[in-house]
């Protein structure tokens, strides 16, 4: 059962801080809502991929004229019929050819049909003849690190960054207390409910793809390079896509559909199965972390250095986590040296999900903070509050962005923080005070099952300026609608609505006025992906001026047919009125539907803007979850009991799309905690379990549940002096705390550290035969001095 929490006003605000309906609620709950996978074209054919059985190989000959001499059959193609250069994600999740004759990991794509039907496509598969050289292949992230490892990709196998700022051996010198801790996570996936399709259509010179995305912008830029094309000649329309989680952004299967359709020269449709959408695309990254935390007395932080190891995977370009966990703990300004190296490996490609290096590095950062609270006596909680940053402090996880970038880092502040307010709030609504014990002390002991608390702390960014500056037309129609055209790509945050209470705000109107068209890139301007929890902050900054800009214009004309100095006008609910006058008033779609008086016609109201974050603050979300467990020792089955997500993420939009959020990340780092992990074929590499069938996910059932049993979201009351009326983020940092929450919990259960998750009924049992043979289960970390 989930509690709604009572949210903190909006300051008088009209539709911000309103529980609005989805826009798309309707079309979710009757089963329209337009998927790519549901999108199809005349006269369109159906694409087909044949994959590597290898995990590392080279094709010494690819002959595929049997196949394309099959009935039906209207175009295949090999490395020999695309361009040889490497394509780049912008975020760098991706770094290669399109189709090369040395595919790096089991499933990599050597070749595509497009044929009249699935049969006849999967039949010319199987006539396309190869002869293959096996080369050595590596799987391990830190056997890819050994000198004389196999080498995976052509820069070689690691990319390094480094975050520091302060004297380190200094800061572990003034330490009363080092503590040591190691931790490896398992294999999430993204997992999406739903599959996802590209269809590709050339008209003459000119190509429309239509896909679901969160980056419609990026794919539109990089099909231009890979081809070769202006960028006016591509077109990509977005459609939603479920629960991306990060899977759903520049994939290489977007560029085989444009590449089959030029061949063919007729529309194609590439639909992947379940299975390629798990084992084919994107994986997160298998960590593993290492971190010296050093420590006065009193709980004060005076040295931390973390080297963090993340598996790249077969394609992945990354040298840094995308993190703010070098930030996090800067509030006694401990000297920090972050180092990271992303690995290459055979495995498929690793790149960014939802909370990315905050959720891996968070969760050893805070084992670590645990560890030196109780060899210190302290609270879990006081520990954190004494340490974390606060508003005005300095922040450098961006250093390597600039470097990268070659820009200087102009220094950077944080612009709001309310950590304070999440950890203190969160623990009065979960009743910590009542149900914490200890360290390593259970709340209740019933037979074989135990019960723990635990709780973690974790920040993300709201978007950042390297992502590009978002542009967002507000369009007023004649009979008073708005229309709203955005960049950002949809996959059931509810984008779309939270835009427009934006809008709606601003320009004084009723949000059901609204409607909106997202990611189509030849009527919407140019927006950054939608990823590193960009929307609601920094795109929202250019919603509200859009909106700004087309308010200016109604009071303008409004102010010529009332006879009133435009400055002298307002507009709210939809009505234009003097003020101090309300009585003086004209309805909003009277306004804007009557002849202009100098040009006699009708208005056109077009508000535009482009913007993005200034150089010297950062905003940044935070959050503290507290979860209770319950521990089954015969069968070594977890059940959660009760939960409380606190955020702060500044002004609340929308605190249902807001609540859902929290649930949502909780349910998914849960279950990268407990239940989650990719199982890969030791000698091929190939992933085993790429269905839901054998990928075990949470779902609600295994929410709270039950008399006793609760769940709920609250925010701090932070106003952001950044974001459009005060608002931060929230999508990507509430699944971050959750692992080390759990952690937490399962210690104070059974009394054993569990370092390496998922925590799942196996490994506490193992845990559990290994303590009562003496043995500290599972342990990687150690205290020192």
């Known amino acids: 059962m989930a509690t709604r929490q009572p949210v903190a006003t909006s300051n008088g605000l009209a539709v911000i801080g309103k529980r609005v309906p989805l826009k798309d609620a309707y079309e979710k709950v009757t089963g329209s809502l337009e998927y790519a996978v549901d999108f199809s074209l005349p006269g369109m054919l159906v694409a087909k991929v044949l994959r590597s059985p290898y995990a590392h190989a080279r094709i010494k000959r690819i002959d595929t004229s049997k196949a394309e001499a099959l009935t039906g059959v209207a175009a295949a193609i090999t490395y020999q019929d695309v361009p040889d250069e490497e394509w780049l994600d912008r975020s760098l999740n991706y770094l290669g050819p399109v189709l090369e004759d040395r595919p790096r990991f089991a499933g990599r794509e050597v070749a595509a049909v497009a044929a009249v039907d699935y049969h006849t496509a999967e039949a010319a598969l199987r006539l396309i003849e190869i002869e293959w050289e096996e080369l050595p292949h590596v799987f391990d992230i830190m056997a890819a690190v050994e000198p004389g490892a196999p080498q995976v990709a052509s820069f070689g196998n690691v990319r390094e960054a480094v975050v520091e700022e302060g004297d380190l051996e200094q800061g572990f010198a003034a330490a009363d207390l080092v503590i040591e801790h190691d931790t490896r996570m398992g294999q999430q996936q993204h997992a999406p409910l739903g599959r996802n399709a590209a269809i590709a259509r050339w008209k003459g010179d000119k190509l429309t793809l239509w896909t679901s995305t969160q980056t419609p912008f990026q794919l539109r830029d990089s099909l231009a390079r890979h081809l070769g094309l202006p960028q006016n000649k591509v077109r990509v329309v977005n459609h939603p896509a479920g629960a991306s989680n990060g899977l759903w952004w520049t994939n290489n299967f977007h560029f085989l559909a444009a590449h089959l359709a030029r061949k063919?020269?007729?529309?194609?449709?590439?639909?992947?199965?379940?299975?390629?959408?798990?084992?084919?695309?994107?994986?997160?990254?298998?960590?593993?972390?290492?971190?010296?935390?050093?420590?006065?007395?009193?709980?004060t932080f005076t040295a931390i250095h973390f080297k963090h190891y993340f598996d790249n995977g077969a394609y992945g370009y990354k040298p840094y986590p995308y993190e703010s966990v070098s930030d996090l703990w800067g509030g006694q300004r401990p000297?920090?040296?972050?180092?990271?190296?992303?690995?290459?490996?055979?495995?498929?490609?690793?790149?960014?999900?939802?909370?990315?290096?905050?959720?891996?590095?968070?969760?050893?950062?805070?084992?670590?903070?645990?560890?030196?609270?109780?060899?210190?006596?302290?609270?879990p909680l006081e520990i954190r509050l004494k340490n974390h940053i606060r508003a005005g402090d300095p922040i450098y996880s961006q250093k390597f962005v600039f470097k990268r970038l070659g820009a200087p880092f102009p220094g950077e502040y944080l612009s709001s923080g309310a950590l304070d307010q999440c950890i203190l709030k969160g623990a009065e609504a979960f009743r910590w005070s009542e149900k914490w014990k200890g360290w390593g002390q259970p709340t209740e002991v019933d037979g074989s099952k135990r019960r723990g608390v635990g709780m973690a702390t974790a920040t993300h960014i709201c978007g950042g300026r390297h992502l590009g500056c978002p542009s967002v037309v507000v369009k007023v129609n004649h009979d008073g609608t708005v229309h709203i055209f955005t960049g950002v790509g949809q996959q059931g945050q509810g984008a779309d609505t939270t835009q427009a209470q934006i809008a709606a705000e601003a320009l004084g109107v009723p949000v059901e006025t609204f409607v909106g068209t997202h990611g189509d890139t030849d009527t919407c301007p140019w927006s950054p992906a939608t990823v590193a929890s960009v929307n609601s902050h920094q795109t929202g900054m250019a919603t509200r001026l859009a909106a700004v800009d087309a308010r200016r214009q109604v009071l303008e004309l409004a102010g010529l047919m009332m006879e009133v100095a435009p400055e002298d006008l307002d507009i709210k609910n939809g009505v234009v009125f003097v003020k101090g006058s309300p009585?003086?008033?004209?309805?909003?779609?009277?306004?804007?539907?009557?002849?202009?008086?100098?040009?006699?016609?009708?208005?056109?109201?077009?508000?535009?803007?482009?913007?993005n974050l200034p150089e010297s603050q950062i905003a940044k979300m935070f959050m503290s979850h507290f979860v209770e467990l319950e521990v089954d020792t015969d069968t070594g089955e977890v059940k959660v009991?009760?939960?409380?997500?606190?955020?702060?993420?500044?002004?609340?939009?929308?605190?249902?799309?807001?609540?859902?959020?929290?649930?949502?990340?909780?349910?998914?780092?849960?279950?990268?905690?407990?239940?989650?992990?990719?199982?890969?074929?030791?000698?091929?590499?190939?992933?085993?379990?790429p269905s839901f069938l054998d990928y075990k996910v949470l779902t609600t059932v295994d929410m709270p549940t039950g008399e006793g049993s609760d769940m709920s979201a609250l925010f701090a009351d932070c106003y952001d002096p950044l974001g459009p009326y005060g608002v931060k983020s929230i999508g990507e940092g509430a699944t971050c705390p959750v692992p080390a929450a759990v952690g937490q919990a399962l210690y104070n259960a059974l009394g054993i550290r569990l370092d390496n998750p998922p925590f799942t009924p196996e490994a506490i049992l193992e845990a559990l035969r290994q303590q009562r043979n003496g043995k500290e289960a599972h342990s990687n970390g150690h205290a020192g001095r």
């Open 264 to 299: 063919a020269g007729k529309p194609v449709k590439l639909e992947l199965t379940q299975e390629e959408c798990f084992a084919t695309v994107k994986r997160r990254d298998k960590p593993v972390s290492k971190v010296r935390l050093g420590l006065k007395r009193d709980g």
């Open 335 to 379: 000297a920090i040296r972050f180092e990271y190296y992303g690995v290459s490996t055979n495995l498929v490609t690793a790149g960014c999900m939802r909370g990315v290096g905050d959720l891996s590095m968070g969760f050893t950062m805070e084992q670590a903070i645990d560890r030196a609270a109780e060899a210190l006596g302290l609270n």
């Open 583 to 611: 009585d003086r008033s004209l309805p909003f779609s009277e306004v804007t539907s009557m002849k202009h008086p100098v040009y006699l016609t009708p208005p056109d109201i077009i508000g535009r803007a482009t913007a």
């Open 641 to 689: 009991l009760n939960f409380v997500g606190a955020h702060d993420s500044g002004t609340i939009i929308n605190p249902s799309i807001c609540e859902n959020q929290v649930y949502g990340g909780f349910l998914l780092g849960a279950g990268h905690a407990l239940t989650e992990d990719m199982v890969f074929d030791e000698q091929t590499g190939r992933v085993l379990n």
